[in-house]
């Protein structure tokens, strides 16, 4: 049967679009392995990333607000599983492979540092003489290499297909570096349908929840967000619907509105994108110039808007800001005593940075890149007393 007539079967027994990708297509593994039992090669994939030290790791992570500001914020793992959602649920409606998704959504963020967007900036800025340090690279080193559980292999060996969504961006440098699952970034083109798809829904999930954490934190107020019409909208069908309804849940229905009103906005034109473009194939998803899963221009204009206002009113907030400096303080005072005395770290850490600096030109910078990119929160603020605080002696 000719591999073309095959595929198209395939994705009709599995109940796929043409265009979806299929764990039985898929380009493989760094190392080979048997097939699994019972699941799909991107089942395999999903749940070796449960069960990762990264993942659990991702419960004491800052999503905007750091972990001890209050239990009821959302951190990088419950980030992680609204984006799940979303993308899954999207997925569905679209014919796309659901498996695929979920692995990419729950493993896009493992390579965050601890303090999130500021901790990252603080380690990149550590390291702009020494490779520079990128929070997606991290996530598909952490998955290469840097989780090591198994006995034939360093790292998950997930599927190429999963490793591609997990890399979002990438220099062409890196991307030389890299290989085959970055060409993309060298010769053009896109990833899977699937990795487009969690892209967006990564995005949805955060702006809308960090709404919900900045009115919840009173960093903001309703009247505020009102600025934003895809905020505004939603609002005033609430309060027109269920008059005198409590803050709290005004909040929620609010909100959710604004998802559903992405999420449906997102299918919709994607599938009309994929429909004008006579996409048939994973082939060619892969050879069009442009993304395939995006708004319509409107909404797209809206959810532009409320980037813009988050940004200015949010993440600059001076609440927030304060948190920031402290962050990239202790991230910078780390990284410079552990460059001054490998020493400092501990013993798997040291040895972990003498094999990359046997290796690599900056291979102790990376080595301590990868120990501080790998702490929750709690513990590099903990880190950093034991070293810097002289009333610490153990």
């Known amino acids: 049967m000719p591999t073309e007539i095959k595929a198209e079967s395939d994705h009709r027994a599995l109940g796929l679009a043409p265009y979806a990708a299929v764990a039985d297509h898929s380009r493989g593994r760094r190392h080979p392995e048997p097939p699994p039992n019972h699941r799909s090669e991107f089942q395999r994939d999903r749940d070796r990333i449960v069960h ?9 992570k800052t999503q905007v607000f750091v972990s001890h500001e209050g239990d009821l914020f959302r951190n990088r793992l419950t980030h992680s599983l609204e984006v799940a959602q979303i993308a899954r649920s999207s997925a569905r409606a679209l014919g796309l492979n659901e498996d695929l998704t979920e692995a990419i959504a729950l493993s896009h963020d493992l390579g965050h540092t601890p303090f999130g967007h500021a901790g990252q900036r603080a380690l990149n800025n550590c390291m702009r003489d020494h490779g520079g340090f990128e929070h997606n690279l991290q996530s598909l080193r952490i998955v290469d290499l840097l989780e090591q559980h198994y006995a034939e292999f360093d790292g998950l060996n997930l599927t190429f297909e999963t490793r591609e969504g997990i890399l979002k961006h990438c220099s062409q440098e890196n991307a030389r570096r ?16 699937e990795a487009q798809l969690t892209n967006v829904a990564d995005e949805i999930a955060y702006n809308n929840h960090d709404i919900d954490d900045g009115l919840r934190a009173g960093l903001l107020t309703m009247e505020q967000f009102c600025e934003v019409e895809l905020f505004r909208v ?10 005198g309804l409590e803050p709290r849940r005004v909040r929620h229905e609010t909100v959710r509105r604004m998802i559903d009103t992405l999420v449906s906005d997102l299918i919709t034109a994607s599938r009309d994108a994929l429909r004008a473009e006579g996409i048939d194939s ?7 110039p442009e993304p395939l899963i995006r708004f319509s221009p409107e909404i797209a204009r809206q959810n532009r808007e409320l980037k813009r206002f988050l940004r200015q009113n949010l993440y600059h907030h001076h609440r927030v800001y304060r948190m920031t400096v402290k962050a990239q303080r202790i991230v910078n005072d780390l990284f410079q005593a552990f460059m001054e005395d490998a020493k400092l770290l501990p013993e798997n850490f040291q040895a972990h940075a003498r094999r990359l600096a046997e290796t690599e030109e900056h291979g102790l910078a990376r080595g301590i890149a990868d120990y501080i990119a790998g702490m929750t929160d709690r513990y590099a603020i903990h880190q950093h007393q034991r070293v810097f605080d002289l009333r610490t002696l153990i």
Do not use: C, I
Not at 282 to 288: I, L
């Open 234 to 243: 939603r609002y005033d069908q609430v309060r027109a619907r269920y008059p």
């Open 178 to 193: 890299l290989g085959p699952v970055a060409e993309r970034f060298l010769v053009g083109g896109q990833p899977s349908l």
């Open 52 to 60: 990762s030290t990264a993942f659990r790791r991702l419960k004491y």
């Open 282 to 288: 994973p082939d060619a998803v892969r050879h069009s």
